[in-house]
């Protein structure tokens, strides 16, 4: 007589229980467990596993349909706002906060093989943000100026758009993301000296609030010999376009 052989049993927490699991939750937790920080501006593009942003548009297109119920739109029957919680998934994780989920760009650089040490300016390198208390627009124009030395890895004009623009991709203020930008400039290029002046607008003043229209934001941040030498720090300033 054959004897019956039960089946394995699958044991509790494996895989049909994770299948249930919010993708937003499996991601917090990777960096719960790693003891990591993921504030709105923080890049978290390394728990990021493959497939997860697709899910993740799914999850945020559910939950932006809420929004949009709790602001009694009928989005069954609006023609205008019957896909817009999909369109504003889109924009979020494939858009505008693309620099939370994706790794940086990928950098060539080059020895400084002619030993350059004299300022080069690049600018202006137009910046799009959203600030993280309102998530609404900032847009503005960014200034960076390198002071080079004969160790300096020299990279191409338009990976410092890129940079910016990956740094930028995130809910911001604008004085933190100016610093963090500076910070990762340093580390990938280790020049002398480094400034970097960003001015802007922020729609949350401007849509909202006080509604004031023409105040913009102007900030910088001097690294290196541009913090100790005031000479090279008015030179940098006075090349930047005078403001209209």
Known sequence: MLKKIDAVERPEGGKDEDEGTPVSVKIRERILAARKRFHANDNIAEFIEPGDLEALLDEVEVKMK??????????EN????DNTARRVAKMYVNEV?????VPPPS????????????????????????????????I?????????????N??????????AEWTMGRPQIQEEAVVQLADLIQE?????????????????MQWRGVKEMDSKMINSVMRGVFL????????????????G
């Open 228 to 243: 100790k030498d005031a000479s090279l720090r008015r030179e940098f300033l006075s090349l930047l376009p005078r403001k």
């Open 66 to 75: 809420t929004v949009l119920e709790s602001l009694v739109i009928d989005i």
């Open 154 to 163: 020299v990279i191409g004009l338009s990976k410092y758009a890129r940079l």
């Open 97 to 101: 906060f693309r620099g939370r989920y």
């Open 140 to 152: 503005g124009k960014l200034w960076i100026g390198v002071m080079p030395n004969e160790h300096t």
């Open 78 to 81: 609006d023609h205008n706002t």
């Open 107 to 138: 950098l060539t650089e080059f020895p400084n093989a002619e030993h350059l040490n004299e300022l080069m300016i690049v600018g202006p390198i137009t910046v799009r943000s959203a600030c993280s208390h309102h998530f609404c627009p900032i």
């Open 188 to 204: 990938k290029t280790q020049p002398d000296g480094l400034a970097l002046v960003m001015e802007a607008e922020h729609f949350c």
